[in-house]
């Protein structure tokens, strides 16, 4: 009797820590929290983004940053709406500015063409 083959490329278990590329090996054997990608990267002296080694809260929020990211979108949207007030009261009040001008240009034009009320 033969013994049993080792895995051909492509199926799960077949992918060595040295050859990681997704067409040699299983999605399941070289994802980021695989025994595999794990000592990869830990060859590599990599560090995941967001995390450091030996700290027990990697990949997880803290307490103490709990509701930061709601209040920085509570601030976000409290700054956009203060800058369409302003931009609705500068339009605002450009606006009345133009009406007055052109007022006031109607006003000397009608008096300089009104005929002079002469008492005899």
Same mark, same amino acid.
């Given at each position: 009797?033969?013994? +049993?083959?080792? +895995?051909?490329?492509?199926? +799960? ?33 990599? @560090? /995941? ?11 997880? @929020?803290?307490?103490?940053? /709990? ?5 920085? @979108? ?8 203060? @800058? ?18 052109? %007022? %006031? ?16």
């Amino acid at each position: 009797m033969t013994p +049993p083959s080792a +895995p051909t490329s492509g199926t +799960p278990g077949s992918c060595a820590p040295s050859s990681c590329a997704p067409s040699s090996c299983a999605p399941s054997s070289c994802a980021p929290g695989s025994r595999i990608f794990r000592a990869r990267t830990a060859r590599a002296g990599t @560090v /995941r983004a967001g995390t450091a080694r030996g700290d027990p809260t990697s990949g997880r @929020v803290r307490r103490s940053e /709990r509701g930061s990211a709601t209040l920085q @979108v509570v601030f976000a949207a409290v700054l956009l709406f203060a @800058v369409f007030a302003v931009a609705i009261l500068w339009s605002a009040i450009s606006t009345a500015r133009h009406k007055l001008s052109a %007022a %006031a240009d109607l006003t000397a034009l009608s008096a300089a063409q009104a005929p002079e009320h002469r008492t005899r």
